[in-house]
């Protein structure tokens, strides 16, 4: 497979996304449905005070619909602003507070932060041009990035919202790989970083920081020394999850049983796995894979309860798991899957977590911060981001403390696994991650060497 096939969801269907977000936020507002309001936005990269605010500052509205049918697809023709396609779709502010099309604008920039940002300056909102007779204080909507394309008799000039998310692509769209690259361009070269930016924005991977580019060049420059290199990475059993109806979280574990497919981190392993090995292969560089299933995760008494198996069925079920895996990819892969406890970890695991926990427990967090800018705000993020999901998982309700507690149990757990992959292989690693990227920032507690993760499914 080479790292030009990799394929890319059309830009057609990225600006639909950002469509049934705005949508599912309308609905959730009108509804009254402020979890999954802020879940969705969240999910997206908003900071819980905003999402806040925008919550407070919707006019909550049903979205209007041509056809008077909420499954209707939008009637573009009808579309004339983006105030237009704002009131379809529900997401209208207070304009006595806020300029009523800003939400959508965020939804944007969030989505697509490569070619499109918003700002807004000043505390009163007049509408119109700037001009001598406006108050000093007159709120001001700037866009710094703006998509760009054809305009009236074929003149290159600035695109509206509403147009793009028609489908309409700007001209400048291939600019996303070139903005998202600089980091990877700093370190590997242009060629290299804009290659291996393509791939993974293909693949819906997380564009690695400049701090991690530099031990993934590390890695890269040491294997043309003659290391050899070694792809790593862990995953979660096959626990039951349900479909969502937000794009950017499309799945939703319930933990209401274990199965013995290939799980849904699983699924994110063969989506990227053969693209990124083909890219080492493409620049000669020879590599093995060593995946391991988190069969260690019935060591607890209280998963176990809560998927309600044995130890020794919820192993059969990951050793089938991983008889599944095997035949989902090419068997021309070098690839050595494993029960990552009983074959890899032999006794190491618990140890090294417990000793990771109670440093974390102390305030301790080893080498993180080398590794990551901002490190006490992400850890400060993680157990809010979170706290449904370890419910879901454990089956009970949580108070900050507990939820902080199983955050650093679990935060432990993926140092161990690094700290044995290091062990076994030495320092020329890269980690392959399918599920959240802000938990894999432990991975850097013992040692220091680059993960590349897919964006978050869940």
Request: aromatic share 10%; proline share 5%.
């Amino acid at each position: 497979m080479s790292v030009s096939s990799v394929t890319v969801n059309s830009f057609a269907e990225e600006a639909q996304m950002v469509v049934q977000i705005a949508a599912n936020l309308g609905k959730y507002r009108q509804e009254n449905q402020w979890e999954k309001f802020e879940r969705a936005l969240m999910a997206m990269g908003m900071e819980s005070q905003e999402v806040a605010q925008h919550w407070e500052e919707m006019v909550a509205k049903k979205a209007t619909n041509d056809a008077d049918n909420e499954h209707e697809a939008i009637d573009w023709s009808r579309i004339q602003c983006n105030t237009d396609l704002a009131i379809r779709l529900g997401v209208i502010l207070d304009s006595n507070r806020r300029p009523r099309n800003l939400l959508l604008y965020r939804l944007m920039a969030l989505h697509f932060p490569d070619f499109f940002e918003v700002q807004v300056s000043g505390t009163v909102h007049m509408g119109g041009a700037a001009s001598k007779g406006n108050p000093p204080q007159r709120r001001l909507v700037q866009f710094p990035k703006q998509p760009v394309g054809k305009v009236t008799n074929g003149k290159i000039g600035a695109m509206s919202v509403y147009h793009v998310l028609s489908g309409c692509e700007p001209a400048q769209f291939p600019e996303r790989v070139l903005r998202a690259a600089g980091p990877l361009c700093s370190f590997l070269g242009q060629e290299l970083g804009l290659k291996l930016t393509e791939l993974m924005i293909g693949c819906k991977m997380e564009i690695p920081k400049l701090k991690m580019v530099q031990q993934l060049a590390r890695v890269i420059s040491a294997n043309k020394g003659g290391f050899p290199l070694t792809l790593v990475g862990a995953f979660c059993p096959d626990y039951t999850y349900e479909k969502t109806n937000d794009p950017h979280l499309p799945y939703r574990y319930t933990f209401e049983g274990v199965g013995d497919g290939v799980g849904l981190v699983a699924q994110q392993f063969v989506r990227i796995v053969p693209a990124i090995s083909a890219f080492f292969r493409e620049l000669g560089i020879a590599h093995r894979i060593v995946l391991g299933i988190g069969d260690f995760e019935a060591d607890s008494e209280e998963v176990l309860r809560q998927v309600g198996l044995s130890r020794p069925e919820f192993l059969r079920r990951c050793q089938r798991s991983l008889d599944k895996f095997a035949a989902t990819v090419p068997c021309e892969l070098p690839m050595e899957l494993e029960m990552f406890g009983e074959k890899r970890g032999k006794g190491r695991l618990q140890v090294y977590a417990k000793q990771a926990f109670a440093e974390m427990i102390d305030g301790r967090f080893g080498r993180m911060a080398e590794l990551h800018d901002g490190l006490q705000e992400i850890l400060e993020r993680i157990p809010g981001q979170y706290r449904t999901f370890y419910e879901r998982w454990y089956g009970r309700k949580m108070v900050d403390l507990e939820v902080n507690e199983i955050v650093y149990r679990q935060g432990a757990e993926y140092a161990a696994v690094a700290r044995i992959y290091q062990e076994d292989f030495g320092d020329n690693i890269v980690m392959l991650a399918g599920d959240r990227p802000e938990m894999h920032r432990f991975n850097a507690f013992y040692c220091l060497f680059p993960t590349l993760c897919a964006k978050r499914a869940y």
